[in-house]
């Protein structure tokens, strides 16, 4: 059974700072990966999508690579500002369905 | 549409009632899921659509949950008997094809059982 963890759960840094969310996953068999913001009382909004064969993505600030055989993750966001606050999920395409993590809370203070 | 579009947005209901939950995907996906994010819990899968079969239903929770896709378009999540615990967002997304394309959600309806 695929399992997805994200570190840490929370973080709060200052405005301006470089940072990296954490995902692993337990089964390497897996289609893709793929990160996701929720804000508050939203439903969730796709950042970038990692295929199983490729090794990284990047969208603007945004970078997330993917290291299979190990089932790791990480979302670096570079220059971290207020409006990056949300809850980020990681979640893999295994089988029929995303299976998600439970998300690392975001907090960017100005 | 523009996006995944889900309907009502929020809903009330007194338990043992039934409810439905709609979802419009975007025009042309064939691929159409269902979650479920309780409270302070990540998500849940439910059931997955291929065009109007339902391939994959081992999330639905018990036998009062049963969903329906048609025309390929679609899709409505039927709650029946509605308890408590049942409350929760429920999240409908949906993608070209399942074969590794990006899945978009919709805002989710959020559902009170009270």
């Known amino acids: 059974k695929q399992e997805v963890t994200q570190i840490p759960a929370a973080l709060s840094v200052p405005e301006g700072e470089n940072l990296v969310l954490n995902c692993s996953f337990t089964d390497s068999a897996i289609y893709n990966l793929q990160w996701f913001r929720q804000d508050p009382g939203k439903g969730l909004t796709s950042l970038l999508l990692i295929q199983s064969s490729q090794r990284e993505q990047t969208s603007g600030r945004l970078n997330a690579s993917l290291d299979k055989s190990s089932g790791r993750s990480t979302l670096y966001i570079a220059a971290s500002q207020p409006g990056d606050s949300a809850t980020y999920l990681c979640a893999v395409s295994s089988g029929n369905k995303l299976v998600f993590g439970a998300g690392t809370i975001l907090r960017v203070k100005s | 549409g523009a996006g995944v579009s889900q309907s009502p947005s929020n809903k009330v209901t007194e338990k043992g009632k039934d409810v439905e939950l709609r979802c419009d995907p975007i025009s042309g996906h064939t691929a159409l899921y269902w979650y479920r994010q309780s409270l302070g819990q990540g998500l849940e899968f439910l059931i997955y659509f291929q065009g109007n079969s339902a391939p994959d239903k081992s999330g639905l929770p018990s036998d009062r949950f049963s969903a329906e896709r048609t025309g390929g378009s679609v899709s409505t999540l039927t709650i029946q008997r509605t308890q408590q615990e049942d409350s929760a967002v429920y999240l409908c997304?949906?993608?070209?094809?399942?074969?590794?394309?990006?899945?978009?959600f919709g805002e989710g309806s959020w559902l009170t059982v009270v």
């Open positions: 997304a949906s993608s070209r094809d399942h074969s590794g394309n990006t899945i978009y």
